[in-house]
């Protein structure tokens, strides 16, 4: 299959681009493999007009909606592979599939590296979460544990405190707060606790505690943690596309990477783990594509 773009990724930013390239009429495939992030989560929150809604719905409205662009196809699958230079690269998938295009889209997302807490993957999406933005309204006023350690604890006790001042932050092992940190939390009463964490303890999924090595038993109705995250794949990296110390691809303001025909969009490329954000990122750089193919074309045609 012959293709202007290819999009590796279907979740919020993969999805928008391809509704802006097919309504540009470019012929287009998003090739994923089904495994979104959010797929634990019951809910996203905070795309206006879809708040609430489940990420699998969110996934059907986008794709029939876009069904109504015929250069879009949609394949389930993975890419595997990727060579080729600017307006010729050759994408093999893990089913046999190959496709060439002009140009290429990387919205790969990131993964959860598992956290080594017993009782977490019960209770993740259903009340233990990663982002207050999407799930703090749902925790207000109820008493939390943050499971986080160094700056980004005090980081994320500045920010939780704006939905419950009832939480307490679990390090689960070496703190690696300063003095100072930490003088900043016992002014502001949070409680910390330094022990290893043993389980956590939940009903059908909601939590009801956390248990510490020490024998310490935290009551509470809900977890934020700071996730481990890699790249949804490494494609990026494999067809030399230079990455941030964190991991994510980098882009400029057009979501150009230095790989000419190259582009990434939404959380591959940004730490704004928001689908919104996602979907603003994935229209803008497939506008840029769009943009450049036209160039391209009007070029040679003159």
Known sequence: MKLDAAIIGGGPAGLNAALVLGRARKKVAVIDEGRPRNGVTREAHGFLTRDGI?????????????????????????????TGTDGLFQIATAQGQSFQSKKLLFAVGMKDRPLDIKGLKEAYGKSAYVCPYCDGWEL??????IICKGAAALHFAQLISGWTNRFTI??????????????????????????????????????????????TVIPCRGIFFKPELIMGSNLPQAIGCQVTETGT???????KTNVPGVYSAGDAASMRHQAIAAAAMGALSAAAMNNELNTEAWRKNG
């Open 140 to 145: 207000r006023d109820k008493p939390l544990v």
């Open 54 to 82: 489940s990420p699998s719905e969110f996934r059907r409205i986008a794709m029939e909606q876009i069904g109504a662009y015929p250069s879009v196809s949609f394949v389930a699958d993975t890419a595997v592979s990727i």
């Open 249 to 255: 691809v980098i882009i400029d303001e057009f979501g």
């Open 170 to 215: 679990c390090t689960n092992g070496p703190a690696d707060l300063t003095d100072a940190e930490r003088d900043e939390l016992r002014q502001h009463q949070v409680p910390v606790f330094d022990s290893p964490i043993h389980s956590i303890d939940s009903d059908e999924g909601m939590v009801r505690q956390v248990v510490l090595e020490d024998g």
